[in-house]
Structure formats: C-alpha cells, structure tokens
C-alpha cells in the first residue's frame, strides 16, 4: 500500500489549491473505514494536523487557522483524499502529508510522502 500525493506547488496569495492523496494497493473497506487527515510541516514549527475525517461518519474538524478556507473531502470509489485549499496566506506554507490511520481495522498507520505548498505574498 502507498499513499501517493499530488497537488502541491506555487501560488500566489489568495489563489488555491487542490491536493490529492490516492491509496494505491489498498482495499476499499480499509480506506473508508479508517480515520483520515492531512498534516503540516513548517519550518520550526511541529507537524501539526490541519484538516481530519472521521471514518465513523465522515464529519470534518479543522485547525482554526484554516477553518472557513480549506475543505477536507473523499472519494471512497478512487479511495482518494482531498484538501480544497482556498485563500491562501503566506503563512500556509509548508509540506503538506496526508494520513489514513488504518490502526483501528488493519494494524497500520500510512503516510504520504509529502508534498510541497509554497504561497507567495
């Protein structure tokens, strides 16, 4: 199983982007039954978890720096991941990972390997 991410890149602030994190080799009653979330990394800052999806009924939670700007969703059938990340700020720099916490169902925690927004002022 890899989680393979897509999406990141350079924009300036105020515009948006879509990443995608598709769950390659990975069943489909794994995907959707597992909570899942997207993590970001700055510099000198910890990871810390932007956006999160519970697998019990697929309610949203989200950091409060980015509330009413990003939007966390899936698509069970392309056992895929999104964050819709609008209005950008300089500050949403950073390497974005995206996360299917398998423990629960299936022994395994799986990480994307990263990818890359960089938001211009």
């Known amino acids: 199983v890899q989680l393979q991410a897509s999406g990141g890149g350079l924009v300036q602030a105020g515009g948006s982007l879509r990443l995608s994190c598709r769950a390659s080799?990975?069943?489909?009653?794994?995907?959707?039954?597992?909570?899942k979330g997207w993590y970001r990394h700055t510099p000198g800052k910890q990871r810390e978890l932007v956006a999160s999806?519970?697998?019990?009924?697929?309610?949203?939670a989200y950091v409060d720096s980015v509330k009413d700007r990003f939007v966390i969703s899936k698509d069970n059938s392309r056992k895929t991941l999104y964050l819709h990340m609008n209005n950008l700020k300089p500050e949403d720099t950073g390497v974005y990972y995206c996360n299917v916490n398998s423990m629960t169902i299936a022994g395994r925690d799986y990480w994307g390997p990263g990818t890359l927004v960089t938001v211009s002022s």
């Open positions: 080799g990975m069943i489909l009653s794994t995907f959707s039954g597992s909570d």
């Open positions: 999806m519970t697998s019990r009924d697929g309610s949203p």
